[in-house]
């Protein structure tokens, strides 16, 4: 059973960064594409990020390129989050998504794609 660990979320101004951290364990981390989404309050879930499995191809939201940089390390099972100029706007659950993937350079920006997730961290942007 494949299991996912999101860290790192919590209370900062805007214009700081954070880095967030996804420790995954059982099945084969290193041929999974990986995603970060995010859900506001009141808000359905949202695409932020994804990562192939060989970290060689990767895929923003619009509002996020520029500011947030998705990194693996296959050696550690994890992927990571590197969120900077954070803005209100950003604030909400981090939510951390695993997927077999058919080949290393495939990323997925949609939720339907991923069938294994994490419990999320929470990122809160004050103004």
Request: proline share 2%.
């Amino acid at each position: 059973q494949v299991q996912l660990v999101e860290s790192g979320g919590r209370l900062v101004q805007a214009g700081a960064s954070l880095r967030l951290s996804c420790v995954v364990s059982g099945g084969t981390f290193s041929r999974y594409a990986m995603g970060w989404f995010r859900q506001a309050p009141g808000k359905e879930r949202e695409f932020v990020a994804s990562i192939s499995w060989s970290g060689n191809s990767a895929g923003y939201k619009a509002s996020a390129k520029g500011r947030f940089t998705i990194s693996r390390d296959n050696g550690e099972n994890t992927v990571y989050l590197q969120m900077n100029s954070l803005k209100p706007e950003d604030t909400g659950a981090y939510y951390c998504a695993a997927r077999g993937a058919r080949d290393g350079e495939s990323w997925y920006g949609v939720e339907y794609e991923y069938s294994n997730w994490g419990q999320g961290t929470q990122v809160t942007v004050s103004s």
